[in-house]
């Protein structure tokens, strides 16, 4: 059978789990392409227009999967918790329904699953026990699927914990590749974002790419291990409500606070809610530690050279404040 996987949402965190998944279980597995212009465009035109890109993004992927490539399933699973106590962005949680209410059409063609855990590792088999029907699996295949795709995740979890982007930890992994992360000592800028939007070429337009050629080392938050994370949020009286949006706070706790990183970039889609609270706790710290911030929102329209002014007059400043200090 063709599984589809959106190239999409958390394809950017959970790819190499799924893609191992199906794999193991003997099935075509066929991933969209990066971003591009028709993928978005058939996003916008099949979401309303008021929801956030990323999720007009991930119905692009979708449809092109299935008119374009013809897959007989494409795989929207609904994230509900990955960490005790917390649940994921709502649009997560209904995203099936959001598809197959959207799109009726395509919805026999939807594989689905709820995916709930107490910690970051997906791999519980029962997470995936309700697709055995239609993957022509049974409980132990299903077992041993998760036991192998755990295996390659884990591997790209240590690749980014040793700092190397996520896109170039699932290569690593996945082609068996080699990536040389070369630091500068020169200026270090954290990039706050969902792996949605940092690692979307087309929405982020390459902005870490744009960091290396100014020769500006960056961070991003799944270069940081959980207990760091949740350590610069455990002083909160109440945390976020969405695991990964808490993971971006306590990201950016850190950089601000951590004398090693010189400035904060906070990397937003348009049309996100959860995101309207972090940028205000941002601002609000970065004030208190006297760190530059800048938030950059994304959305379909943003152009390139606008986006190039902003990380070059950001990257300007912090170079001659920098420069200050050190005279
Ligand atoms: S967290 Fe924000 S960008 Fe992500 S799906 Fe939810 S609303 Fe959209």
Redesign the pocket.
């Known amino acids: 059978m063709k599984i589809g996987i959106p190239r999409a949402l958390l394809y950017h965190y959970y790819g190499v789990f799924w893609e191992e998944f199906f794999k193991e279980l003997g099935h075509e597995v066929i991933v969209s392409p990066h971003s591009n212009k028709e993928i978005v465009d058939t996003g916008i035109k099949s979401a309303v227009p008021e929801i ?1 890109v ?2 007009k993004i991930f119905l692009g992927h979708l449809k092109y999967l299935i008119y374009e490539k013809n897959v007989d399933y494409a795989f929207v699973p609904r994230m509900i918790s990955i960490h005790k106590g917390e649940i994921f ?1 709502p ?2 949680m209904g995203l099936p329904d959001l598809v197959k209410n959207g799109s009726p059409e395509i919805s026999d063609r939807i594989l689905t699953t709820y995916i709930e855990s107490k910690t970051e590792n997906i791999s519980n088999y029962k997470n995936y026990i309700s697709l055995s029907d239609k993957l022509n699996a049974n409980e132990e295949d299903i077992k041993r699927a998760s036991r192998k795709a755990n295996i390659k995740w884990l591997e790209f979890r240590r690749n980014t914990l040793r700092g190397i982007p996520a896109d170039k930890a699932a290569e690593m992994v996945k082609k068996n590749t080699v990536y040389k992360k070369n630091n500068s000592n020169n200026i270090k800028i954290a990039v706050v974002g ?1 792996v949605y939007n940092v690692y979307d070429p087309f929405l982020s337009m390459d902005i870490l790419d744009k960091l290396h050629d100014l020769n500006v080392d960056y961070m991003t938050f799944e270069m940081l291990d959980n207990k760091t994370i949740f350590s610069q949020i455990s002083h909160l009286k109440k945390r976020l409500f ?1 695991t ?2 808490n993971k971006l706070l306590g990201a950016g706790y850190y950089s601000l606070k951590n004398h090693n990183i010189d400035g904060l970039i906070h990397l937003t ?1 348009f ?5 309207s609270f972090l940028g205000k706790l941002f601002e609000i710290e970065s004030d208190i530690r006297q760190k530059p911030f800048m938030t950059i929102r994304i959305d379909e329209h943003t152009g390139e050279n606008h986006l190039q002014t902003r990380i070059e007059a950001f990257v300007d400043m912090l170079k001659r404040k920098k420069e200050k200090e050190s005279a």
């Open positions: 956030c990323p999720i962005c649009k997560f969902y969405w990964f949006s889609a049309g996100c809610g959860p995101d």
